[in-house]
């Protein structure tokens, strides 16, 4: 392989995803924020490639996914092998000499096991995982060997017993030379079980024709392909258990990690505990010396060093808390900045707002921020104490140093250091609780 050597790709992710029973195509459902085919090409683009042309289903010719790659729309799904020929004819320039294949529903291959197919040297190479023992009874294609050389894949639909008990499968994955490709596509058939036209006939069509054929052996767990709800059940947990092990390498503590659920861009950093049960979605970034206590589910926020969050939190798009804020149970925050040391321990709701530094939110405080048309900002500065069950109607300030009453229901500016208070005044009327009970009590004597 010399530099100016040019290699292609083609993902196969054109297939009606029956067997997962979804009106969305398998390709696009979701694992840990990234779509199954965005996961292929992540890998992909780790690679030396020219060109990675997609071969697409009518259904959804066009995706944010496909961004940057050349798109073949597959009219019909005649197979893999007919999929494999519509992808060929995109590659713009002749100079393409050798062409990668990978299935849209195999997200776990990694870029070091496909920088191996890349470096072998034989006219078609091709991947080959072997069955554990509890899935022996798998469908996946099976590899047949004649003295240690791989001679034909058989599908499973199309294999007696016998081929059936072979461990050794067909990853979907092979490196073929360019020029082998297109001589063989023609020679393909869809005289089968399947009555499609099958890709994996190309090995033994290599055979026929003298060509040299390799077969590199892989970890099963790189191939798993997503077929069914079960197989993406599976494929997500190790994707989740990949991230969980690069972040605890890096320093973070996870309590039973199994419980967790990361996205792909989860980014946290040394010394932070995250307990049992807490959900990242997309775009949280997360520093040092943070605690996630249990139950909590954050999205598109930052947390910087010393915070501590939840139990049952919910930090919602767009949040940034400062060092050492400190967020309670059952406190929602959508598009806030919380100074640092502030705290909203208990119960309560800020959308749209600013905290400046050690502000305390009391028990239940509430930002009406949205008049059922615009949404409004509230601006809390420096070292404002928020009485319990404040309701703040936005837009509002309330000014640094300043005080709530607890029950206030803000609608104006509250200025630096005042003490806002807005509720009925209290009458204490004497006695009054002790004749009334002893009135019930004897109307209830005399039904
Ligand atoms: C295929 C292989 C099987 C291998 C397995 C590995 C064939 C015939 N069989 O089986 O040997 O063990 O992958 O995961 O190749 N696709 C199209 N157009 C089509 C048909 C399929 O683009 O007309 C795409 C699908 O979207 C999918 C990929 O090709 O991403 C593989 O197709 P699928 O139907 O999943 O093949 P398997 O039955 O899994
Ligand atoms: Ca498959």
Same mark, same amino acid.
């Given at each position: +392989?010399?530099?100016?050597? *040019?290699?292609?790709?083609?993902?196969?992710? &054109?297939?009606?995803?029956?067997?997962?029973?979804?009106?969305?195509?398998?390709?696009?459902?979701?694992?840990?924020?990234?779509?199954?085919?965005?996961?292929?090409?992540?890998?992909?683009?780790?690679?030396?490639?020219?060109?990675?042309?997609?071969?697409?289903?009518?259904?959804?010719?066009?995706?944010?996914?496909?961004?940057?790659?050349?798109?073949? $729309?597959?009219?019909?799904?005649?197979?893999?092998?007919?999929?494999?020929? +519509?992808?060929?004819?995109?590659?713009?320039?002749?100079?393409?000499?050798?062409?990668?294949?990978?299935?849209?529903?195999?997200?776990?291959?990694?870029?070091?096991?496909? +920088?191996?197919?890349?470096?072998?040297?034989?006219?078609?190479?091709?991947?080959?995982?072997?069955?554990?023992?509890?899935?022996?009874?798998?469908?996946?294609?099976?590899?047949?060997? /004649?003295?240690?050389?791989?001679?034909?894949?058989?599908?499973?639909?199309?294999?007696?017993?016998?081929?059936? %008990?072979?461990?050794?499968?067909?990853?979907?994955?092979?490196?073929?030379?360019?020029?082998?490709?297109?001589?063989?596509?023609?020679?393909?058939?869809?005289?089968?079980?399947?009555? /499609?036209?099958?890709?994996?006939?190309? $090995?033994?069509?290599?055979?026929?024709?003298?060509?040299?054929?390799?077969?590199?052996?892989?970890?099963? #767990?790189?191939?798993?392909?997503?077929?069914?709800?079960?197989?993406?059940?599976?494929?997500?947990?190790?994707?989740?258990?990949?991230?969980?092990?690069?972040?605890?390498?890096?320093?973070?503590?996870?309590?039973?990690?199994?419980?967790?659920?990361?996205?792909?861009?989860? $980014?946290?950093?040394?010394?932070?505990?995250?307990?049992?049960?807490?959900?990242?979605?997309?775009?949280?970034?997360?520093?040092?010396?943070?605690?996630?206590?249990?139950?909590?589910?954050?999205?598109?926020?930052?947390?910087?060093?010393?915070?501590?969050?939840?139990?049952?939190?919910?930090?919602?798009?767009?949040?940034?808390?400062? #060092?050492?804020?400190?967020?309670?149970?059952?406190? #929602?925050?959508?598009?806030?900045?919380?100074?640092?040391? &502030?705290?909203? *321990?208990?119960?309560?709701?800020?959308?749209? %707002?600013?905290?400046?530094?050690? &502000?305390?939110?009391?028990?239940?405080?509430?930002?009406?921020?949205?008049?059922?048309?615009?949404?409004? *900002?509230?601006?809390?500065?420096?070292?404002?104490?928020?009485?319990?069950?404040?309701?703040? $109607?936005?837009?509002?300030?309330?000014? !640094?140093? !300043?005080?709530?009453?607890?029950?206030?229901?803000?609608?104006?500016?509250?200025?630096?250091?005042?003490? %806002?208070?807005?509720?009925?005044?209290?009458?204490? *009327?004497?006695?009054?609780?002790?004749?009334?009970?002893?009135? +019930?009590?004897?109307?209830?004597?005399?039904?």
């Amino acid at each position: +392989m010399t530099s100016s050597h *040019k290699i292609g790709c083609i993902v196969l992710a &054109a297939g009606q995803s029956k067997r997962l029973k979804s009106k969305v195509a398998k390709i696009f459902h979701d694992l840990a924020g990234r779509s199954v085919l965005g996961h292929v090409l992540h890998t992909l683009n780790q690679l030396p490639l020219n060109q990675v042309v997609i071969v697409a289903s009518p259904i959804t010719p066009m995706h944010p996914d496909y961004l940057n790659h050349t798109v073949i $729309v597959q009219d019909r799904q005649l197979g893999t092998g007919h999929a494999a020929s +519509m992808g060929v004819t995109g590659f713009g320039a002749d100079d393409i000499e050798e062409v990668i294949i990978v299935c849209g529903d195999t997200p776990l291959l990694l870029p070091e096991t496909l +920088m191996q197919l890349i470096k072998s040297t034989a006219d078609l190479t091709l991947l080959v995982a072997s069955l554990p023992d509890h899935l022996l009874d798998a469908t996946y294609g099976r590899v047949m060997f /004649e003295h240690d050389k791989p001679i034909r894949i058989v599908e499973y639909k199309d294999a007696d017993d016998s081929v059936r %008990a072979s461990p050794l499968i067909n990853a979907g994955v092979y490196k073929i030379k360019v020029d082998l490709l297109k001589k063989l596509l023609p020679q393909l058939s869809n005289e089968n079980a399947g009555n /499609e036209y099958y890709l994996t006939d190309l $090995v033994h069509l290599a055979v026929e024709c003298g060509a040299e054929i390799q077969a590199i052996l892989v970890d099963f #767990e790189e191939v798993l392909g997503i077929n069914t709800r079960i197989e993406l059940e599976k494929v997500d947990a190790i994707i989740q258990s990949r991230l969980v092990s690069a972040l605890m390498a890096n320093g973070v503590t996870f309590q039973q990690p199994q419980t967790t659920r990361l996205s792909v861009d989860t $980014v946290i950093g040394q010394d932070t505990v995250i307990e049992p049960c807490v959900i990242f979605k997309k775009g949280v970034t997360i520093n040092t010396n943070v605690r996630i206590k249990s139950f909590s589910y954050l999205e598109n926020c930052h947390l910087k060093d010393g915070v501590s969050v939840g139990p049952h939190a919910h930090i919602r798009g767009g949040c940034v808390l400062d #060092e050492d804020s400190e967020v309670g149970n059952f406190v #929602e925050l959508k598009a806030t900045h919380l100074g640092k040391k &502030a705290k909203a *321990k208990h119960l309560t709701y800020l959308g749209d %707002a600013t905290v400046g530094n050690f &502000a305390n939110i009391g028990a239940g405080t509430i930002t009406a921020n949205y008049d059922g048309f615009f949404k409004h *900002k509230t601006i809390i500065d420096e070292s404002v104490h928020l009485g319990a069950n404040t309701v703040l $109607v936005a837009p509002l300030t309330v000014g !640094a140093e !300043a005080m709530t009453a607890a029950g206030a229901v803000i609608t104006e500016n509250v200025p630096p250091g005042a003490l %806002a208070i807005s509720r009925t005044p209290q009458k204490n *009327k004497e006695n009054w609780a002790c004749l009334y009970k002893e009135k +019930m009590r004897n109307k209830k004597k005399i039904n």
